[in-house]
């Protein structure tokens, strides 16, 4: 049995050989054995000249035209194209290089599967009256290229097989896929809808801000992560062009599950997102258009996520290179330091307690305590302070920093193993890692002796 494998293996590598002779050594004209290079398919052609296209494959017939520098989609519908992708197709069409020429006069088409051509390319450049073509067949026999023709000629040539993908695209291939436009730059503003509830957050300076359904700052990183990802949001599919009604209930988007709009300035970009669709999707649509398109399900879930997920989770903004006045507050006792410029060309700043005990502090110990005080985080948020021990502060925190120019004010207070932490005009109480809060203890002690 296993000497019949054999055998038959080695006829299916004979066979394969043979077809490979047959067609691309037996077939190809004199002078072209020794594999000499070959010219470019379209020999001088530039890529940014060409400003028409039409591609023909699996079944799916794309116009493009370049429209002020921007590539447009005119059939099968009237869209944007991806630019990367078009540009793709241009530069293959002005590097392709001939592989080899296989048949000057072929009597039979179908050999390499040109009388019907999977892929074709017309195209026009700058001063063309008429459509250039490139045909691509099927791929030799040893799968490294394809058969080939140009314009009307009849010869058949190879080029990389690799250039399929390029080459081999529908409309939906063809066109961008980006669910939302709007200038990144210029957004000054979300709003958010889910589960009934609504979640605002607004550009305050340089910052952003919740306000709604409570008021405080926002973690910088997170907000512009949502942005981006809306920005960067692709549609995984087209489900329809126009949809009725009855479609919008269908696919949930008449009580979507979420809801985005992003503001800028007097300018408005809404997404839907509806139920869920096959293969990790949901569907979704641009309130500014009528197309039903599927997106991933992990967008939704970020649109999702509560307040909390959006706050700002530091306790401290300043840091440690930055500050220059800290009182602490425990026990009845009060410790306060100040940062002292270094005297001389270079010389390091000192710290400097000025009270209990007035003296200069070691530097090593007091960037532990700055270092641990500044990477104090909120682990999650109480609506209210009851019960979290700040009607009786274990520890207050007052520290000015950027020269003196800005103050923030922390009370931490202790229910029984838990750490609490409360900032002036901030809604409820972080709930901080316990162990960080005793190692900040302890670098204090160290410090106000």
Known sequence: MRGLRSTFALIVVLAGLGAYIYFVTWKTPEGDAGGKKQDKVFTALQADTIDEIKVSAGGDATMLKKDGGTWQITQPVAAKADESEVSGITSALSSIDVVRIVDENPSNLNDYGLSNPRIEIDFKAAGDKDYRKLLIGEKSPTGADLFARRNDEKKVFLIPAFQETTFNKTAFDLRDKALLKFDREKVDGLDVTSGGKTLTIAKDGGDWKITKPLQTRADFGSVEGLVGRLQTAQMKSIVTGEPTPADLKKYGLDKPDATVTLNAGSARATLLVGSTAADNTVYARDASKPD???????????????????????????????????EIARNGQTVVLDRVKGQGENAPDKWHRASPNPGDVDRDKMDGLLSKLSNMRAASFVESTAKTGIDKPALTVVVKFDEGKKEEKVTFGQAGSDVFAVRPSEPGAAKADSADFSDAIKSLDEIAK
């Open 292 to 326: 039903v398109v599927t997106v991933e399900s992990a967008l939704l879930d970020d649109l999702k996520k509560g307040s909390d997920d959006y706050r700002r989770k530091d306790l401290f903004e300043f840091r440690p290179f930055n500050a220059t006045h800290i």
